[in-house]
């Protein structure tokens, strides 16, 4: 574990890792929401000609919404909508999700946040949603670990991930610097997001995307399940 996190820090130029900061991605790490957002990402673009798989739902998991149907229409229809249609298409994509219910949490992410919380971590949440209802469940869901000041979403940023904007707005949040964090992360976009920004990077394979895909992204570590990450000991008991 220490030849890893050695790694990753002289690859950044830091000469220490002293974490006071844990970021999490939300979907698919906080929440079980990834299988219904591919469905709903999949009917609502029927309902405007465009087509996109599950798989596709997946691998673009982290972008802002408006910006992934903006990135379907330049290559489908030859060009973008612009900022507000696209909103509106998104918009569709929401009222189906949200009328299949409250998703899940995800198995195994209480613990860890209950642990990355005693051993005095601050918890942000990054995440490239834009879904008011769910990021104002999470401190309901989450009692006592969720900060609503603590929290980066799209309405927070210009450039969702994989652009580093995102974790750069969770450092400067937490008021920590890229040495002082860890990011936990399930999407490929996010680990590359978060790598860009200098951060340690915890991937969790929670998705049907090959674990590989993480490793590549540059993720220090990988799990499978949050279940997994909780029971391998946590990288910020140091």
Not at 132 to 145: S, V
Not at 192 to 209: D, E, F, H, Q, S
Request: glycine share 10%.
């Amino acid at each position: 574990m220490n030849e890893k996190i050695n790694h990753c820090l002289a690859t950044n130029g830091f000469q220490q890792f002293t974490p006071k900061a844990v970021l999490f991605d939300m979907d698919g790490i906080l929440v079980d929401s990834m299988h219904r957002h591919a469905r709903c990402w999949k009917e609502a673009m029927q309902r405007f000609g465009l087509s996109i798989s599950e798989q596709e739902v997946f691998e673009r998991e982290g972008m802002r919404g408006v910006e992934i149907i903006q990135d379907l229409t330049r290559q489908q229809l030859g060009h973008a909508v612009g900022e507000q249609e696209a909103q509106s298409m998104y918009d569709e994509k929401t009222r189906l999700f949200l009328a299949e219910g409250k998703v899940p949490t995800m198995t195994g992410a209480s613990s860890v946040l209950q642990a990355a919380k005693a051993c005095g971590m601050k918890i942000v949440v990054v995440t490239g949603s834009g879904q008011r209802t769910l990021l104002a469940d999470l401190q309901h869901r989450f009692p006592g670990l969720i900060d609503p000041g603590l929290i980066v979403s799209s309405f927070d940023v210009s450039r969702g991930k994989p652009h580093p904007e995102p974790y750069l707005k969770g450092l400067q949040k937490a008021g920590v610097e890229p040495f002082e964090a860890i990011v936990v992360e399930n999407a490929p976009l996010g680990v590359r997001a978060a790598v860009a920004a200098k951060i340690m990077t915890v991937g969790v394979n929670t998705g049907p995307l090959p674990r590989q895909m993480l490793i590549d992204e540059g993720a220090t570590f990988v799990f499978d399940t949050m279940d997994e990450l909780a029971d391998h000991g946590l990288l910020w008991h140091r």
